[in-house]
């Protein structure tokens, strides 16, 4: 059985979210989160607490949606518009404060030794691939390339 490219990439996109939704689950739990309760810059009246656990809940959500859904172009429009919103949120926090601290990685930032400007240049690059890639797949409308090849 051969997966095509569009599916492979639809899958690790949907894995990525849903280990740093558990990442981010896994951080906010935490006895040290009391940092995460100052309010956030973008949507000032929530902390970032509420905020990372509503991503959190939603990327969790996303994987469901994409691991489960027998219609591979519902799970991109869904991987597309989540991941256009976030890049926008990333994109409003560096214009005007550079590229300041983010928790879009949780725990993981800790257990690999990111430091929070690293963690800010991996979450907008890997936004810069899944954008793109998400619409294009989106946008293609060939709903045929994504079923399996009859005797593969």
């Known amino acids: 059985?051969?997966?095509s490219f569009g599916k492979f990439s639809l899958f690790f996109f949907a894995g990525i979210y849903v280990l740093l939704s558990l990442a981010k689950l896994w951080a906010i739990s935490l006895p040290f989160?009391?940092?995460l309760?100052?309010?956030?810059?973008?949507?000032?009246f929530m902390t970032l607490k509420q905020l990372l656990l509503i991503g959190a809940l939603i990327?969790?959500?996303?994987?469901l949606v994409c691991f489960l859904?027998?219609?591979?172009?519902?799970?991109?429009?869904?991987?597309?518009s989540f991941s256009t919103a976030l890049l926008a949120y990333r994109t409003i926090i560096l214009f005007y404060l550079g590229l300041s601290p983010c928790s879009c990685m949780g725990i993981l930032r800790r257990w690999f030794h990111i430091s929070m400007q690293t963690e800010s240049i991996l979450t907008l690059t890997l936004l810069l691939i899944v954008?793109?890639?998400?619409?294009?797949?989106?946008l293609k409308g060939d709903t045929n390339s994504f079923?399996?090849?009859p005797g593969s």
Do not use: H, T
């Open 37 to 44: 309760d100052r309010l956030d810059f973008v949507f000032y």
């Open 131 to 138: 954008v793109p890639l998400s619409w294009f797949y989106v």
């Open 59 to 63: 990327e969790l959500a996303l994987g």
């Open 69 to 80: 859904n027998k219609n591979v172009r519902i799970s991109w429009m869904c991987i597309a």
């Open 33 to 35: 989160s009391s940092s």
């Open 147 to 149: 079923k399996e090849q």
């Open 1 to 3: 059985m051969r997966i």
